[in-house]
């Protein structure tokens, strides 16, 4: 479903050249949750944005269900990936003048007729119960606590029924009980929906869950491990 392959990614800085990843492979079969762990600074949003074709890299590539993304002409790839990946930002990034109902809905704006209009909206609404918003469906972003925004960006990145899920710390700024119910919708659209889940996180509860758990440090992969009682995997 994923499969990179000698990725790396500098950036100039002042006359400076920084080596953020340094040639990074691996694969992610469909169905798969793997989990991205590593110290704050070793790589892991920068590798989640290559990944969705939101960064060019360096070198090497990026392919998604058979399609290199990689230096792709942006309206083809932006085309891509709306159909192919949901995503969630380490900072939210909801729309400030749209309800979160509105926000979850944005991925469906674009296309569809009325009769899918209105499922959409059936399952932004439930979605966002599903994340604990129920009763705040009408709320702007800047009557969000992090947590519920959070929410709300989880709820937008699943509305389309992407096969990709990548997400940047879930569940960083969510209690043990909001982390829990996050968790749980993970593990139900990976098993129901058969989402393809990668998420990056520091909460080792979370990633027990994960089939696989990758670790980057200083822009390599240091560890790649299958979990006992992981996810299965169909190729
Ligand atoms: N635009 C940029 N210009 C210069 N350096 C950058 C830029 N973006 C990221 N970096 C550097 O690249 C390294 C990796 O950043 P990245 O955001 O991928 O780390 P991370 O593993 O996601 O960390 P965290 O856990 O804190 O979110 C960091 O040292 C960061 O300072
Ligand atoms: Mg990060």
């Given at each position: 479903m994923i499969v990179v392959a000698g990725l790396r990614k500098s950036l100039r800085t002042g006359g400076a050249t920084v080596e953020i990843l340094k040639g990074i492979d691996f694969r992610v079969g469909r169905g798969e949750f793997v989990a991205i762990m590593g110290a704050s600074g070793s790589g892991k949003s920068t590798l989640l944005g290559l990944l969705a074709g939101l960064d060019d890299p360096t070198a090497g590539t990026v392919a998604l269900n058979g399609t290199?993304?990689?230096?792709?002409?942006e309206d083809r790839l932006a085309q891509l990936r709306g159909r192919t990946i949901g995503f969630v930002f380490q900072s939210y990034?909801?729309?400030?003048?749209?309800?979160a109902l509105e926000n979850v809905l944005l991925p469906y704006e674009l296309n569809e007729d009325a009769g899918e209009q209105k499922a959409g909206l059936e399952r932004a609404r439930q979605l966002l119960q599903s994340v604990g918003l129920g009763a705040r469906m009408d709320h702007y972003p800047v009557q969000l606590s992090g947590g519920e925004q959070q929410r709300v960006a989880l709820a937008r990145a699943f509305i389309l029924r992407p096969p990709i899920v990548l997400a940047d710390e879930?569940?960083?700024?969510?209690?043990t009980v909001n982390g829990q119910h996050i968790l749980e919708l993970l593990l139900h659209l990976n098993h129901v929906e058969g989402t393809t889940l990668v998420l990056v996180t520091h909460d080792p509860a979370l990633a027990q869950h994960a089939g696989r758990r990758i670790t980057l440090r200083d822009g390599l992969v240091v560890g790649d491990e299958v979990q006992a009682g992981g996810v299965r995997v169909d190729g």
């Amino acid at each position: 479903m994923i499969v990179v392959a000698g990725l790396r990614k500098s950036l100039r800085t002042g006359g400076a050249t920084v080596e953020i990843l340094k040639g990074i492979d691996f694969r992610v079969g469909r169905g798969e949750f793997v989990a991205i762990m590593g110290a704050s600074g070793s790589g892991k949003s920068t590798l989640l944005g290559l990944l969705a074709g939101l960064d060019d890299p360096t070198a090497g590539t990026v392919a998604l269900n058979g399609t290199v993304i990689s230096n792709m002409p942006e309206d083809r790839l932006a085309q891509l990936r709306g159909r192919t990946i949901g995503f969630v930002f380490q900072s939210y990034q909801l729309i400030p003048t749209l309800t979160a109902l509105e926000n979850v809905l944005l991925p469906y704006e674009l296309n569809e007729d009325a009769g899918e209009q209105k499922a959409g909206l059936e399952r932004a609404r439930q979605l966002l119960q599903s994340v604990g918003l129920g009763a705040r469906m009408d709320h702007y972003p800047v009557q969000l606590s992090g947590g519920e925004q959070q929410r709300v960006a989880l709820a937008r990145a699943f509305i389309l029924r992407p096969p990709i899920v990548l997400a940047d710390e879930p569940t960083g700024n969510l209690d043990t009980v909001n982390g829990q119910h996050i968790l749980e919708l993970l593990l139900h659209l990976n098993h129901v929906e058969g989402t393809t889940l990668v998420l990056v996180t520091h909460d080792p509860a979370l990633a027990q869950h994960a089939g696989r758990r990758i670790t980057l440090r200083d822009g390599l992969v240091v560890g790649d491990e299958v979990q006992a009682g992981g996810v299965r995997v169909d190729g």
